[in-house]
């Protein structure tokens, strides 16, 4: 099955700055990798998402990156503010199941 | 996206006992899955929830202690059987499209079990 692995598991940055996790899956038929953003108490959210047809995807202050070969994938999001601290989750598809990395913390500090 | 429904939103159980949680989801899906997140841990899958049929585990999970019901494309149910203090954790339902794959997450149903 998929494996995903995910770093860092927790990250701090200052506002207004720029965060980047990074994550590696092992199927090369994945081709679709969604990112999920969970607050503390609340269910994971859809954020972004992108398919393996394509190499970048940006919405607003957040983007993601693909890189096939390597079979590795990045959230950015830039301009940080405080409510983007939370847990963010990257996944993989497999057979239409998704596989998690075990999540990034994300603190930004006012 | 869908709203999804789930229920309970939390309980408090005894060992030995079950919980069945709900899913009702407002418009009809083809996928459903179930998810468990444990404290302070990642989301992992339990098994895809069938609809007429058996439900499809993951390895490490077995339907004698997570039987699943699917009798429609808009509603499912994970019972939590012979639960033990182990058991606590968050259950999520997750529904999507096979065509787009995109996965939405109910509200989760936080269990604690003494």
């Known amino acids: 099955g998929e494996n995903v692995e995910q770093h860092p598991s927790t990250l701090s940055v200052q506002e207004g700055d720029s965060a980047v996790i990074k994550c590696t899956y092992s199927?090369?038929?994945?081709?679709?990798f969604p990112w999920y953003k969970q607050e503390l108490g609340k269910r994971p959210q859809l954020i972004i998402d992108i398919r393996s047809n394509v190499g970048e995807k940006k919405d607003q202050r957040i983007a993601v990156t693909l890189n096939k070969t390597a079979k590795h994938f990045s959230l950015h999001i830039t301009e940080t503010q405080p409510e983007d601290s939370a847990v963010y989750f990257c996944?993989?598809?497999?057979?239409?199941?998704?596989?998690f990395g075990a999540g990034t913390t994300v603190t930004v500090r006012a | 996206s869908a709203v999804i429904s789930q229920k309970p939103s939390r309980d408090i159980c005894q060992r030995g006992t079950s919980l069945t949680i709900q899913c009702q989801v407002d418009?009809?899906?083809?996928?459903m899955f179930w998810y468990r997140q444990q404290p302070g841990q990642s989301l992992t899958l339990i098994a895809t929830a069938n609809q007429g049929s058996e439900a499809t585990y993951e390895s490490g999970f077995v339907i004698d202690k997570f039987p699943i019901s699917r009798p429609n494309l808009t509603f499912s149910t994970l019972t939590v059987s012979n639960m033990s203090p182990e058991d606590s954790s968050i259950y999520l339902c997750?529904?999507?499209?096979?065509?787009?794959?995109?996965?939405?997450f109910g509200s989760g149903t936080q269990l604690s079990v003494l």
């Open positions: 996944a993989a598809n497999s057979d239409y199941k998704l596989s």
């Open positions: 199927d090369s038929a994945s081709n679709y």
């Open positions: 997750s529904v999507g499209h096979r065509q787009n794959e995109k996965l939405f």
């Open positions: 418009s009809q899906v083809t996928m």
